[in-house]
């Protein structure tokens, strides 16, 4: 009996688990994305927030640690996203992932280069809509990721069934998944791979600043916030609970985006500024309790994903 | 190999699948609760918006139509709550499921009399007081459910693992269960049980209006509002749409209050008003789509679960 239900998407992307490490910003560069590669996941080189000499930079770097198929993420609402996508296709990376945008618009370049072409959504109407661009499979990610989020609030496990029922392409389910018990669950609910995010942020080979991994491994109340400007799920701090007073109080786009226009995910993921920054993470910051290396971490992973499925007998 | 996984809480109740049908304002009276003990799962009669006596003849009713376990659910804050509990225990009801107040209250009472005592939470934190108030199990309901919510927002595919790790009585998963694949998914989580509510609900023997269960068939934007008042999920309608305006202006608790203030649920889901009554159900509208009865609808959860279970091999 093979460990993973078929179909998986292990085969689409080449790699031994249906395992994928979400691009996130200021914390999934080439040493990440390489570890996670090199422990049989795919690995994402996060775009978003780097100038494309950079992406070219993490690219290559990734390239000199692995052999294994490394893919990169790009927010379509990031400035330089379609720079990046031509320099990434042009660096013949193999899966591209794209997110906050449309698939439609990328579709044609990404499938030209024959590269895997993978979209994240948070709805079952947008599903349709990548299968209908031509997307090789679609990330489903709901209301308890990290970072930013659709404005549907759907969880992810009723997103995933939604999902699931709505298109024929592969569901990779993403959003509350730091536990192998949890990739079971998914698997259950008829996906064909999962999405990891949170949980492999707060590793030994992420970027992200070591005082913010420090603050998720002790915090674990995270909010959705900003659902009028761009919804972003952030754990508790200083700058979340000024966010909160200003919405409470009725505040508008304008006077958010005032708070908002200072760098503030670089602040709190990369620099460690844990008053003032973004500190952008899933509701699994309460499941999160240590910071492993990848290959420690995705063992764990496997080994809990095993005993929940004998569970059921297998 | 039996169906499922072991420990589960069937033995606990005395039924056949460890599934509780759960207590729902002008939904769950004698008709309902007894259709699905006589499905093999828990029965429940809701007691909240119920007066005394009508509580006590829903009870007798659904002894006449059932010889298998049907339990009751009170909100505690409910103004009957207390009388109702002791009415319960004075019909020798066995299994008590208590929710939205503090367990450590009631629990002498229910234990003294003999009953299952099981209480509803949102957090980790609170399951904790549950086990150290005696209960013999706790449901765990996350964001997505229907109806009454925590502030915490913390989703089912979160809550479930985070209340598995922190007590040792049985956790019993709800909030997004509608299908026998989201079942499964709870028993990879660790669950010993689920508590299904909107998609029970929707059923022929359900007490809700018909207009309501038709609503939902057709409708699946809800969204949890009054988060400043009383948290509840609501399927979008005029009412809905209102109370999202004055919050979005950052109204205060009692401008919510008055408009709150005339029997919203009953209108709503007791009389089919679909503009100007509260139509509590939970994220899963999205994936019901028809109006079985209790006994076809119980069959098909199984049919479901199992499918998701041979996924594993099992």
Not at 60 to 79: E, Q, Y
Not at 89 to 108: D, I, M, N
Request: aromatic share 4%; with cysteine; proline share 4%.
């Amino acid at each position: 009996m093979p460990r993973w239900p078929v179909p998986n998407v292990a085969q689409l992307f080449g790699i031994e688990h249906p395992i994928v490490q979400a691009g996130m910003v200021y914390n999934s560069g080439a040493r990440l994305a390489a570890a996670a590669a090199e422990a049989g996941c795919l690995g994402l080189i996060g775009a978003g927030g780097r100038r494309p000499d950079d992406l070219r930079a993490e690219i290559r770097a990734a390239r000199a640690l692995t052999s294994r198929p490394v893919g990169v993420n790009i927010p379509l609402i990031d400035k330089h996203a379609h720079e990046s996508l031509d320099l990434a296709l042009e660096e013949s990376v193999g899966v591209l992932v794209t997110s906050a945008g449309s698939p439609a618009r990328v579709a044609g370049r990404i499938k030209a280069a024959g590269a895997v072409f993978v979209h994240v959504v948070a709805t079952a109407a947008l599903a349709r809509k990548c299968e209908d661009a031509g997307c090789d499979a679609v990330v489903c990610e709901g209301f308890e990721a990290g970072g930013h989020n659709g404005r549907d609030e759907l969880t992810t496990l009723v997103l995933v069934p939604a999902c699931v029922s709505a298109v024929d392409i592969p569901v990779i389910a993403a959003g509350g998944i730091a536990t192998g018990a949890q990739i079971a669950a998914m698997f259950a609910l008829g996906a064909a791979g999962v999405q990891v995010g949170s949980r492999f942020a707060v590793t030994r080979e992420s970027a992200g600043h070591e005082a913010f991994k420090r603050a998720v491994v002790e915090g674990d109340d995270t909010r959705l916030v900003l659902k009028k400007h761009v919804p972003v799920r952030l754990l508790r701090n200083a700058f979340r609970d000024r966010v909160e007073e200003l919405e409470a109080r009725g505040a508008g786009r304008e006077e958010l985006a005032v708070l908002l226009g200072e760098g503030r995910a670089r602040r709190g993921m990369g620099e460690g500024d844990l008053e003032e920054g973004e500190l952008e993470i899933g509701q699994v910051a309460a499941l999160i309790d240590d910071v492993p290396g990848v290959a420690e971490l995705v063992a764990r992973l496997l080994a809990q994903y095993d005993a929940a499925a004998a569970r059921f007998g297998g």
